[in-house]
Structure formats: structure tokens, C-alpha cells
């Protein structure tokens, strides 16, 4: 069953990706502009709409920003206290992705691909700005690779 879904989940990646601007043959080389923000989840995830993907693949789709990782909504610090400084931090860094992303007249996805949860992961721009970057200036996120995750449980994480 779960080698049927996997199989299934990766030809509609294959059409999706043919659907999308310059039938890139991989997701991982494109670039797309999102028409509409509908919601920010956290400083290093959001969700858009893409107007030039089917529905299924384009309507209230997750992106993962590429390269960082900023503080966890859901804290898994071991102390209440520890949870409360990491859901503060997590607060401060969506506030700053959704001024970012709001305050732009351009969102601008590069080297779009998919994560482990099936979210487009790319490289994200507001304005023709690195949002990544600027997340990581103010201290809100620390580089990341898809390695182990740093803990924001009592202080921010080193790069």
C-alpha cells in the first residue's frame, strides 16, 4: 500500500511539474510567483496559491524555506519555561516572514522542489530580497540542510 502511494504521489509530482511554467520536466528547476498569501505558519513556513498549477498542486499549497530553520510554534523543550522563550522566538520570527511576504508586491519561489512532507521547498524572495537571509540577520533562524535540528529551548542556536 505505502509503495502504491509513493509510486501515485510521484507521477502527480511528474503532471504538476509538466503543468507548470516552462513544463520543467523536474520540480526541483523551477521558479514560480505565487498569486495570493493565505497563511503564515511559522518563520519558516507558509502557504500561497500558484495560479499556473492545477489546483490540486497550486490551492493553499505548504512551502518550506530552503536553507534555514527558525524557532518551532510547538515547542518540544523539555521546560515550560524553555517552551515559553522558544514559542516567543517563534512568534517574533512569523511576524517577520509575514511582514516580509505581505508587505511585498513580489513573491518569487526559486528552485522550487519537494521536502520529506511533500511541501514545495525553495529558495524564497519578497521584492527580489532573500527572506532566508533576512531572517538569519535578525537572528530568528540558523542555517539548515535537512541535518538534525538545533534547539531554540533556551537560546539561539549557532550557525
Known amino acids: 500500500m505505502k509503495k502504491r502511494f509513493y509510486l501515485m504521489a510521484s507521477m502527480l509530482l511528474a503532471l504538476a511539474a509538466c503543468a507548470l511554467p516552462g513544463g520543467a520536466a523536474y520540480a526541483d528547476s523551477i521558479s514560480v510567483q505565487p498569486s495570493e498569501l493565505v497563511q503564515v505558519y511559522d518563520g519558516d513556513t507558509f502557504f500561497v ?28 523543550c523539555s521546560t515550560d519555561t ?14 517577520q516572514l509575514t511582514t516580509a511576504l505581505q508587505g511585498a508586491s513580489t513573491i518569487e ?6 521536502d520529506k512532507y ?3 521547498l ?12 533576512q531572517l538569519k540577520a535578525g537572528g530568528l ?16 542556536p549557532t550557525s
Open 109 to 114: 519561489l526559486r528552485n522550487a522542489g519537494r
Open 82 to 95: 524553555a517552551k515559553e522563550h522558544e514559542r516567543q522566538l517563534a512568534d517574533k520570527a512569523k511576524l
Open 122 to 133: 525553495a529558495d524564497v524572495y519578497a521584492d527580489g530580497v532573500n527572506v532566508a537571509d
Open 118 to 120: 511533500f511541501r514545495l
Open 141 to 156: 533562524a540558523v542555517a539548515y540542510e535537512g541535518d538534525t535540528k538545533a534547539g531554540w529551548c533556551l537560546s539561539p
Open 49 to 76: 496559491n500558484i495560479p499556473s498549477a492545477p489546483a490540486v498542486f497550486g490551492e493553499n499549497i505548504g512551502v518550506r524555506i530552503r536553507h534555514i530553520d527558525t524557532p518551532e510554534v510547538r515547542s518540544h
